[in-house]
């Protein structure tokens, strides 16, 4: 059973910044394409970051310049550096590693 598990969301407040980090079990991880997604209430889910096994990266237009994805292939983790954070950014932030998903982390900004 493949487990995604996210942490680091919270509050912070306008121009504050995150980092989520996202572990996922297998020994397959480093051979992966990942992203974060997130939900905001009353929308639908919107990939924000994708990285492929190589590390090229892509990002929503929303986040371009404020976002930062990476990965750790030693530790099956997957980050999202957040800055410059806006209150459109508010919304459940979840990890998709090998077609599976995590739980989700809140992310709130907010002053």
């Known amino acids: 059973q493949v487990q995604v598990v996210e942490s680091g969301g919270g509050l912070v407040q306008p121009g504050g910044s995150l980092r989520l980090s996202c572990a996922a079990s297998?020994?397959?991880?480093?051979?992966?394409?990942l992203g974060w997604y997130r939900q905001a209430p009353g929308k639908e889910r919107e990939l924000v970051a994708g990285i492929t096994s190589g590390g090229s990266t892509n990002y929503a237009d929303s986040v371009k310049g404020r976002f930062t994805i990476s990965r750790d292939n030693a530790k099956n983790t997957v980050y999202l550096q957040m800055n410059n954070l806006k209150p459109e950014d508010t919304a459940v932030y979840y990890c998709?590693?090998?077609?599976?998903w995590g739980q989700g982390t809140q992310v709130t900004v907010s002053s």
């Open positions: 998709r590693a090998y077609g599976y």
């Open positions: 297998g020994s397959i991880f480093s051979t992966y394409a």
